[in-house]
């Protein structure tokens, strides 16, 4: 197991992480990360961080994607489709990876041959988080153009629309894809699937900057600030909060802000990782009762500030699925397409019939496994080259007709 955290100098950490018997014998295990790498493959801060079984993917303000092969531990190239900050990659499998960025664009890839099956223009401005159905049918994302935004990722194109009063920075679905939350500054509105309405609003003191589910019903929120809260998004209820990271002593130091969170299943053991701009990564065991704080199990100091954050667990690693299967995919959204006559129900149980994947002819867009032209990690320097080849072009042409 591997923590991997990317930060403003430019820089992906690897710290792996192994439990050990104690030498009293009392069966606590000790965890000790030990740093295992780093990856400086960009040129700006990175903003986004992803892993499945074989790879870890960074995004970031150079506006690429950069592949790490954390078998071999070298880098596996880079993905240039977009014209924008990387702001959101999530995998889905082994087999894709979906990517969105503030040139409104959602990518998915084939995460074998790393060409772009799909372009899709998501948003009329930025997209700035996305979040795939644990059914691997829909995705949500949410933008800067006030819109949260459903879509059909077996045919790779838009379900539903839903105009909302402010732009949201984050959406999440549930663990079993029967809820999803959609933050707005401090406001976390929670919505059931089988209504597409909002069932109850979480409001934390501080502007939320991460959150994941601990379980179906009880998500782990951070803020600008350096405390964690758990909420029971039933009940709407703070279940306890806990100080993750410490602020400096120091009078001139920034505030410590927790930037990112990461909640997974390990040798019995429920742990959630967070990472802070003091340039510290957690990882903290999780209580069976989600009333009680969690113990800290490590801790490692980058001495950066960081951004984002990642967990890579090795395929051979004994990790627990806690939780029953997905929901299949019902309502997200009352809002129709343009064009819709359907009522909302209807519609909806035909867009998951719909959805149905057809394993044989297609991959997770619906499309044949054909690469979008000029996308992979050889072609984008040529594609590169030839853009900077034909800007000069552009240039004499002007000169001479003056």
Same mark, same amino acid.
């Given at each position: 197991?591997?923590?991997?955290?990317?930060?403003?100098?430019?820089?992906?950490?690897?710290?792996?992480?192994?439990?050990?018997?104690?030498?009293?014998?009392?069966?606590?295990?000790?965890?000790?990360?030990?740093?295992?790498?780093?990856?400086?493959?960009?040129?700006?801060?990175?903003?986004?961080?992803?892993?499945?079984?074989?790879?870890?993917?960074?995004?970031?303000?150079?506006?690429?994607?950069?592949?790490?092969?954390?078998?071999?531990?070298?880098?596996?190239?880079?993905?240039?489709?977009?014209?924008?900050?990387?702001?959101?990659?999530?995998?889905?499998?082994?087999?894709?990876?979906?990517?969105?960025?503030?040139?409104?664009?959602?990518?998915?890839?084939?995460?074998?041959?790393?060409?772009?099956?799909?372009?899709?223009?998501?948003?009329?401005?930025?997209?700035?988080?996305?979040?795939?159905?644990?059914?691997?049918?829909?995705?949500?994302?949410?933008?800067?153009?006030?819109?949260?935004?459903?879509?059909?990722?077996?045919?790779?194109?838009?379900?539903?629309?839903?105009?909302?009063?402010?732009?949201?920075?984050?959406?999440?679905?549930?663990?079993?894809?029967?809820?999803?939350?959609?933050?707005?500054?401090?406001?976390?509105?929670?919505?059931?699937?089988?209504?597409?309405?909002?069932?109850?609003?979480?409001?934390?003191?501080?502007?939320?900057?991460?959150?994941?589910?601990?379980?179906?019903?009880?998500?782990?929120?951070?803020?600008?600030?350096?405390?964690?809260?758990?909420?029971?998004?039933?009940?709407?209820?703070?279940?306890?909060?806990?100080?993750?990271?410490?602020?400096?002593?120091?009078?001139?130091?920034?505030?410590?802000?927790?930037?990112?969170?990461?909640?997974?299943?390990?040798?019995?053991?429920?742990?959630?990782?967070?990472?802070?701009?003091?340039?510290?990564?957690?990882?903290?065991?999780?209580?069976?009762?989600?009333?009680?704080?969690?113990?800290?199990?490590?801790?490692?100091?980058?001495?950066?500030?960081?951004?984002?954050?990642?967990?890579?667990?090795?395929?051979?690693?004994? !990790? =627990?699925? *806690?939780? &029953?299967? @997905? /929901?299949?995919?019902?309502? %997200?959204?009352?809002?129709?397409? +343009?064009?819709? #006559? $359907?009522?909302?129900?209807?519609?909806?149980?035909?867009?998951?019939?719909?959805?149905?994947?057809?394993?044989?002819?297609?991959?997770?867009?619906?499309?044949?496994?054909?690469? !979008? =032209?000029? *996308?992979? &990690?050889? @072609? /984008?320097?040529?594609?590169? %080259?030839?853009?900077?080849?034909? +800007?000069?072009? #552009? $240039?004499?042409?002007?000169?001479?007709?003056?």
């Amino acid at each position: 197991m591997e923590l991997v955290a990317g930060c403003y100098e430019q820089v992906l950490f690897g710290f792996s992480v192994h439990p050990e018997p104690n030498a009293s014998g009392d069966h606590q295990q000790k965890w000790t990360p030990v740093a295992d790498f780093t990856h400086h493959a960009h040129t700006a801060s990175l903003s986004a961080v992803a892993a499945n079984s074989r790879f870890v993917v960074t995004g970031s303000k150079d506006e690429t994607i950069h592949i790490y092969d954390m078998k071999k531990k070298i880098d596996h190239g880079a993905l240039v489709h977009h014209n924008g900050t990387i702001t959101c990659l999530k995998f889905h499998g082994n087999r894709h990876l979906i990517s969105g960025a503030e040139d409104g664009l959602i990518c998915v890839w084939d995460a074998k041959k790393w060409e772009c099956l799909k372009s899709i223009k998501a948003h009329k401005g930025h997209v700035t988080f996305l979040s795939i159905h644990p059914s691997g049918k829909l995705a949500l994302s949410v933008g800067t153009d006030k819109t949260l935004r459903t879509w059909n990722l077996v045919e790779g194109r838009s379900a539903f629309i839903k105009n909302i009063k402010q732009n949201a920075h984050i959406v999440e679905w549930s663990p079993r894809g029967e809820k999803y939350v959609v933050v707005i500054l401090n406001k976390i509105d929670v919505y059931h699937l089988d209504t597409a309405a909002v069932s109850g609003t979480i409001t934390n003191e501080k502007r939320v900057s991460s959150v994941t589910f601990l379980s179906e019903s009880v998500l782990a929120v951070a803020g600008d600030e350096e405390v964690v809260r758990f909420f029971d998004t039933d009940s709407l209820m703070c279940l306890c909060e806990f100080k993750a990271h410490e602020n400096s002593s120091e009078a001139s130091a920034p505030e410590s802000r927790v930037k990112d969170m990461f909640s997974f299943e390990i040798l019995e053991h429920h742990v959630i990782v967070t990472a802070s701009s003091d340039g510290f990564i957690k990882m903290w065991k999780l209580a069976q009762d989600k009333k009680v704080p969690p113990s800290l199990l490590c801790e490692v100091n980058t001495n950066a500030r960081l951004t984002c954050l990642g967990v890579w667990l090795d395929s051979v690693t004994d !990790t =627990k699925e *806690s939780l &029953p299967p @997905a /929901a299949e995919p019902s309502a %997200v959204s009352k809002e129709q397409p +343009k064009g819709s #006559k $359907k009522e909302s129900g209807d519609a909806v149980q035909e867009e998951a019939r719909k959805s149905k994947p057809n394993t044989k002819k297609r991959g997770l867009t619906g499309v044949s496994e054909k690469p !979008t =032209k000029g *996308s992979g &990690p050889v @072609a /984008a320097k040529k594609r590169k %080259v030839g853009e900077i080849l034909e +800007k000069k072009r #552009k $240039k004499k042409k002007i000169r001479v007709m003056q």
